[in-house]
């Protein structure tokens, strides 16, 4: 199973970005997948996890700025940001929890992370 993140980048504080994230590989079925994050000097947080039935999760400065989505029959989650701020610079990564055929029980699998720098 391989996850793959898109969507990172340079953005003026205020403005907005998408990431996306795909598994591919043997998959049964995707349980949770959620979107982390790592800043320079800092441990890796939860940003926004979102399950099978699109149940959510967010960080509280998330809140009302960050919107998490998936698409299952995609294997794909989905980050919107919005009102972004110095703060929200981190490399954010992906993860999933999968089932792989023929097990039954999931496990995490992460994604490579994208940089996403907001700067003036």
């Known amino acids: 199973v391989q996850l793959q993140a898109f969507g990172g980048g340079l953005v003026q504080p205020g403005g907005s970005l998408r990431l996306s994230c795909a598994a591919s590989?043997?998959?049964?079925?995707?349980?949770?997948m959620g979107w982390y994050r790592q800043a320079p000097g800092k441990q890796r947080e939860l940003v926004a996890v979102?399950?099978?039935?699109?149940?959510?999760t967010y960080r509280d400065s998330a809140k009302g700025r960050f919107t998490i989505s998936r698409i299952n029959a995609k294997h794909t989650v989905y980050l919107e940001m919005n009102s972004l701020i110095p703060e929200n610079t981190a490399v954010y990564y992906c993860?999933?929890?999968?089932?792989?055929?023929?097990?039954?029980?999931?496990?995490?699998?992460w994604g490579q992370g994208t940089q996403v720098t907001v700067s003036s």
């Open positions: 993860k999933a929890n999968v089932v792989v055929p023929p097990g039954v029980t999931a496990q995490d699998y």
């Open positions: 590989g043997s998959i049964s079925s995707i349980k949770n």
């Open positions: 979102i399950g099978s039935g699109g149940s959510t």
